[in-house]
């Protein structure tokens, strides 16, 4: 309406004037209701043209768009095992912290496990400790073996000598015997010293082993038991908990509540302009919001992003091939807006429904100094229309109380 006043303005009211004072005819008697066309076909026709052109302008140049929302995510709260709730720690709407435990499971299964796994690090400890003692007992075997091989050998020698020397005191097999018990403490020797070893692998090598695996279970125990009480990741609200004691939670089955992020979506909004805009938005373009959570109050913001890919052309694998045809709607191009000042957008909770207008600004073109008069005079009516999509957006923004509460039955 605005666009046709204005496209009136500069053409049905001069193509009227010229008629009225200039050919002296007059409203009512020369120029009527049915001969209205005729008098004024050329201020009509122009209008008509003027008009279209104007806003196919506005709208081509300086797009806008209804399908404006902050998106936010939310956190299911949910345990990672199943179980019976012993205890809630919060309330339905409450803001939490991260780390606030919410509700905690019955544990006694996993204490269980967890004092099981300490006895077995108990168990451990004794054997490192019967261990010690067994090499004290293996070191002094062996300590008794190299003692009677020495001995053994010591005596050898002596008689081998008195032997060699033919003296009628050593006999053939006493020598022979000798020999023997040599390689007999020999043995001794080699089967304690083993035993020796066979006790520090088990202290340096078997026990540490052993120890580790029991601390491993252990810790996995515990992991276990703290799975049992539910805390919050990070900073929000509670929301739809109604979570008591002796609920049955299941991972899969039974969400226990849902856990809104107090940062998530604020200050960044999504914008799902058409596909006509696809090379006139891009980052920087400058931008105006107004949402239906702010009634009469227009924020201004700024395209910080434009999504690379249109969503409708997504696919997934399945047992059909895709027909484009059967796409219900064409996808949209998605902008990612945030104020242009800090703290722009505090005010609008996320989740708002919102309007904007974006509007192409051709500032840095028109400072070219090799720029053409055409281009130029081009240019300049493209920056000025936005001033009238501007004015729209306020008018709609005023009228937004009505239009809703009045107009569409309060919805």
């Known amino acids: 309406m605005l666009e046709f006043i204005a496209c009136s303005m500069l053409t049905i009211l001069p193509d009227y004037l010229f008629r009225r004072f ?9 120029i009527t209701l049915f001969s209205m066309w005729y008098e004024l076909r050329y201020g009509l026709s122009a209008c008509f043209i003027l008009t279209v052109s104007l806003i196919t302008l506005i709208f081509y140049f300086h797009p806008s768009t209804t399908s404006v929302s902050s998106y936010f995510r939310t956190v299911t709260l949910l345990s990672e095992t199943p179980g019976r709730v012993v205890q809630v720690m919060v309330k339905n709407n409450q803001a939490v912290k991260a780390g606030d435990p919410i509700f905690k499971l019955d544990d006694s299964s996993q204490r269980a496990a967890v004092a099981t796994a300490q006895a077995a690090i108990y168990e451990v400890d004794a054997t490192e400790l019967l261990a010690t003692d067994d090499l004290r007992v293996a070191q002094a ?13 010591d005596e050898f020698e002596r008689k081998n000598t008195l032997y060699q020397e033919n003296s009628p005191a050593v006999t053939v097999r006493e020598v022979e015997r000798l020999e ?40 996995q125990a515990e992991v276990e038991q703290a799975k049992t009480i ?3 990741g990070e900073d929000g609200r509670i929301e739809q908990f109604g979570l008591q004691v002796g609920d049955y939670i299941n991972p899969i089955l039974r969400p226990a509540g849902i856990l809104v992020p107090s940062h998530s979506g604020r200050g960044r909004f999504q914008a799902g302009f058409g596909q006509l805009t696809a090379q006139i938005l891009h980052p920087g373009m400058l931008a105006e919001m107004s ?34 045809q059967d796409n219900k709607r064409p996808g949209t191009v998605i902008a990612f807006l945030e104020p242009l000042y800090e703290g722009g957008t505090d005010h609008l909770p996320p989740g708002s429904q919102c309007e904007v207008n974006a509007y192409t600004n051709n500032h840095e073109r028109l400072q070219d100094p090799d720029i ?6 081009a240019l300049h009516v493209i920056d000025t229309v936005g001033y009238a999509h501007a004015l729209i957006l306020r008018f709609r923004a005023i009228l937004m109380p009505f239009r809703v509460l009045v107009f569409s039955g309060g919805h």
């Open 22 to 30: 200039w050919q002296g005819k007059r409203i009512g008697k020369d």
């Open 141 to 153: 075997n062996l300590d008794a073996a190299e003692a009677a091989f020495e001995q053994t050998k």
């Open 180 to 219: 023997n018990l040599i390689q007999e403490r020999l043995a001794a020797v080699d089967s304690a010293h083993s035993a020796v070893e066979s006790v520090k692998h088990r202290l340096e090598t078997q026990i540490p082993a052993q120890r580790d695996s029991a601390e491993a279970a252990l810790h």
């Open 230 to 232: 539910v805390y919050a």
């Open 291 to 324: 949402c239906l959570s702010s009634p009469m109050h227009v924020t201004p913001m700024v395209i910080v992003s434009v999504q690379d890919v249109i969503p409708a052309g997504q696919i997934r694998p399945s047992d059909s091939l895709r027909d484009p």
């Open 372 to 377: 053409g008069t055409a281009e130029f005079v």
